[in-house]
């Protein structure tokens, strides 16, 4: 008989000590803002210093429509994820698709997922638990409904690895409250990410558009014609010379004034 389990039923409490998220570590790195694969990178670090069982930890996400390891504790981590992408099953992959937890018990007696657990097996691990990072949204009301409806959203799965097999059965309520809070903070840490892309792309939007007023100051000096003139004649040599507008104005700029633009300045509000 296979010694596996799909976790559903409460396994029982930890004995270990530990009983999450280092919260500390968390505000830390949401203050220090590196980026969001830095912070996924933190996460893994974390959880194996939490979750006794672990020797191994990674972040499997979805990526430009396919599944990606986004953060790992080690290099092992990333060869264990990369097996599952290979043959597309396994535990990891399993839980991110099915938003379950999902147990391995002992990777030799394994019968699911086809070739993935000898595999794993023959890379030294012995027991995998996959849960997934999971947040409620609120999704808008239908005209029907007089309440919003709440459903749970999947952004990722938290994997742990183990050498040892049955590993985690003795810190699993661990494990499971760890990727619970996790969840929660990643979503945070995605849309710190997000809205900083979006800043960029609106200062990049402005660089340009500084850059563009300076050329189109420039023909309509030269040319005596208004500005929606001016703007008419770079689009045309843009067009025609097969180079974008920002850059064309760049050149003409440059040519002008003898040294790069200088592009707009954006003050910090504290």
Request: hydrophobic residues 40%.
């Amino acid at each position: 008989m296979t010694d596996t389990t799909d976790v559903g039923a409460d396994p029982g409490r930890s004995s270990t000590p530990h009983t999450g998220f280092d919260l500390g570590s968390v505000h830390d790195a949401l203050a220090d803002w590196r980026g969001l694969d830095s912070f996924l990178q933190e996460l893994t670090v974390q959880a194996v210093r939490m979750v006794d069982s672990a020797d191994s930890c990674s972040v499997t996400m979805h990526r430009g429509g396919r599944l990606v390891t986004t953060a790992t504790s080690d290099s092992q981590a990333l060869v264990l994820d990369a097996l599952q992408y290979e043959v597309e099953a396994g535990p990891c992959v399993c839980s991110l698709e099915k938003g379950v937890e999902m147990y391995v018990a002992d990777t030799l007696s394994e019968q699911r997922w086809g070739p993935y657990p000898r595999l794993a097996a023959a890379q030294g691990i012995r027991s995998v638990f996959a849960a997934p990072l999971s947040v409620q949204v609120r999704v808008a009301d239908p005209p029907t409904r007089s309440t919003p409806e709440v459903r749970r959203n999947t952004v990722g799965a938290l994997n742990l690895y183990s050498r040892k097999p049955r590993a985690f059965q003795e810190d699993m309520e661990v494990a499971r409250r760890f990727s619970e809070q996790a969840a929660g903070a990643v979503a945070v840490a995605q849309r710190i990410e997000q809205e900083a892309e979006a800043a960029e792309d609106l200062r990049a939007a402005m660089r340009s558009r500084y850059v563009i007023d300076q050329a189109i100051g420039i023909v309509m000096a030269r040319q005596r014609c208004p500005a929606d003139e001016a703007l008419g004649v770079l689009r045309r040599a843009s067009q025609g010379r097969n180079v974008k507008l920002r850059e064309l104005c760049a050149e003409l700029v440059m040519q002008t004034g003898g040294s790069p633009p200088k592009p707009g300045s954006f003050a910090n509000r504290g």
